[in-house]
């Protein structure tokens, strides 16, 4: 409703050209947008409805220093819809001032905006992005079209101040079940980082296929990446150490995190396959292309085992600028309690020889190596059944499978995903306390929150964006917002005026019956 009246606007003034647009005179004191319409929603702000910035064909992004990039982003952002040239300068008057200054925490940022101008401040450029995705979604829906609109580019006057409630805001993506192009990749990371989320984690090995090239070990993608290693055959494919460094690249361009994951001691059969020695037996399985899990393990008791792992941490070490390395540790059912204690004894150091910091499903809090190495754990469990993390000591990621694993279903009528967890509409994904789920984890030791999505049933993009939005952005407000900014009502009032955006960008989201659609 929001972006009709916004649009009636702009068709009554029917001005032919865009210099007439900006000469038709002063803003009008209110916007149909208010500083408060934000995914996730900001920590503090006061409007000031009389004092709307308009852009005009003159305005100017003003940044010099390490807030030039970050500059140049938003002006890329605001060119094709607007058709203004927005140059990025370092000096302007009635300009969008993107400003580096001391004071501020990791990622937070503060927004002022006055008739005469805007400003952007952060201690650093990761600060300045998470305001730009602020400011993104303060002028209208149509600023995400890819060619210029009339429209009135008015920013809601008032100041923000904004500061995430966790350093750690995920997403994962398996490629294993199901290889996804680097081109969706990129997509995905697109799509997240607008809403604040700082980390990709990158599920890369399991039972089916094997999806990022190691030199020392080349049959892993020769063979766990040929064709048809997907779920139900379809697909295969693989990173390439190229590939994964751009991707790293293009990630971090966006402040997200990659953290790479290969999967261990358990969910290894396409490297068994590849590497007939990495069984106990020495006899390569059959390749696998069915849904089961827990039949495979590594063999803690042989040296190729070791060798192996060291092998796939170093080079992934190498290639991998993010603190953390994920080794996975889940379901590993066909591993005896005691070899799985050897394998995570010997295996969780080598991360750290490595210069990372282990991560591992929750699995890997059994083991006294996790504390040993300052493991973090990333919980999966389901709520009402919590295996107990806390013996571990370590900082958690929380994952619960009933609220944030995106590959569930919406409901038994919406097609795709799966059931094993439950079905998670948006609500069951936002309304839950990442500070309040583990009683025995303190509040001070939760790292974040990440939302996995398993690729069972995805093939392409579509099904990806389907089954991620708009629940991640759930995940993502728990990670960002404080929580006495928890309000389902607000949340979805927020997430029901979003939808023309995804819509103009091109997303396939779920048009949930629990939030009504602008
Ligand atoms: C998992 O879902 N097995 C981590």
């Known amino acids: 409703m929001r972006t009709a009246r916004i649009g009636l606007t702009a068709l009554a003034l029917a001005l032919p050209t865009f210099t007439a647009t900006a000469a038709a005179g002063p803003p009008p004191g209110r916007t149909a947008i208010a500083l408060t319409d934000v995914l996730p929603a900001v920590a503090e702000a006061v409007p000031a409805p009389d004092a709307a910035f308009r852009l005009t064909p003159d305005t100017v992004i003003t940044a010099s220093g390490a807030a030039t990039a970050v500059a140049g982003s938003l002006a890329a952002a605001w060119r094709p819809a607007t058709g203004f040239a927005l140059p990025v300068t370092e000096t302007g008057d009635r300009a969008i001032a993107l400003v580096l200054e001391p004071g501020h925490p990791a990622e937070g940022y503060r927004l002022a905006i006055r008739a005469g101008g ?47 409630r966790y350093a750690y805001r995920g997403a994962m993506l398996d490629l294993a079940r199901h290889f996804h192009e680097p081109a969706e990749i990129r997509a995905y990371i697109d799509r997240i980082s607008r809403f604040k989320i700082n980390h990709l984690h990158l599920h890369l090995s399991d039972d089916q296929g094997w999806r990022i090239r190691i030199d020392s070990w080349p049959r892993l993608t020769a063979v766990g990446g040929a064709p048809g290693t997907g779920v139900g055959g379809a697909g295969g494919g693989f990173l390439t150490k190229d590939d994964y460094r751009e991707l790293v690249r293009y990630a971090a361009d966006r402040f997200v995190t990659v953290v790479p994951e290969i999967d261990m001691p358990g969910h290894v059969n396409a490297a068994q396959v590849a590497y007939p020695e990495l069984t106990c037996d020495g006899v390569a399985p059959r390749p696998r292309t069915d849904m089961r899990v827990g039949y495979s393990s590594l063999c803690a008791d042989r040296e190729v085992t070791y060798r192996f792992a060291a092998d796939v941490i170093r080079e992934l070490a190498e290639m991998t600028p993010g603190p953390y390395l994920h080794v996975g540790g889940d379901e590993a059912m066909s591993t005896p309690h005691g070899a799985y204690l050897r394998f995570q004894r010997r295996v969780l150091p080598l991360v750290r020889a490595h210069g990372k910091i282990p991560v591992g499903w929750h699995e890997i809090a059994q083991s006294p190596a996790a504390a040993e190495n300052d493991a973090v754990i990333q919980f999966w469990g389901r709520e009402r059944n919590s295996p107990s993390v806390a013996a571990a000591g370590s900082r958690v990621v929380l994952s619960p499978a009933n609220r944030t694993y995106l590959d569930m279903e919406y409901d038994l009528l919406t097609p795709g995903g799966l059931d094993w967890a439950g079905a998670i509409e948006v609500r069951d994904a936002y309304d839950w306390d990442p500070g309040a789920l583990l009683s025995d984890v303190p509040a001070e030791r939760v790292l974040g929150v990440e939302a996995p999505l398993w690729s069972e049933t995805l093939r392409d993009l579509d099904d990806i964006e389907f089954l991620a939005f708009p629940r991640l952005v759930a995940i993502a407000e728990l990670g960002w917002s404080p929580r006495s900014a928890h309000d389902w009502d607000s949340f979805r009032s927020r997430l029901g005026g979003y939808g023309p955006r995804w819509v103009r960008q091109g997303v396939r989201f779920h048009r949930s019956p629990e939030v009504r659609w602008s």
């Open 118 to 164: 805007v400003e952007l401040a952060a201690t650093r450029p990761a600060g300045l992005f998470a305001g730009v995705q602020t400011l993104r979604q303060l002028l209208p829906a149509e600023i995400e079209a890819r060619s210029a609109r009339h429209a009135r580019w008015v920013l809601p006057g008032g100041r923000i101040k904004d500061f995430p």
